[in-house]
């Protein structure tokens, strides 16, 4: 992956997530939870974010939405990196 990934913000995916038909799940102190997308067996995948983003696992949580959403878009990590932060700035 590209550094691009390190630079995305929780405001960079949740604005991503929320525009492309995920559904915020849950939210508590720690973490946003998102739905969206189904398995072969009917049931919503989800992604996990810390929303304090000095929290010392926040980039291994961005690295493995990323890596999610390359999956289920059939894109690469690079690509959603872009988009991700490419959607941010156009709204």
Known sequence: MNASVYE???????????????????????????EGYKDVDDNPFEIVLPINESAPDFP??????????????????????NELIFLTETC
Do not use: M, Q
């Open 60 to 81: 291994v949580y961005v690295e493995h939405t990323v890596r999610i959403l390359s999956a289920l878009l059939d894109k690469s990590p690079d690509s959603v990196a």
């Open 8 to 34: 995305l913000s929780a405001k960079h995916i949740t604005s991503y997530l929320e525009h492309s038909g995920w559904r915020l799940a849950n939210r508590n102190e720690r973490c946003y939870v998102f």
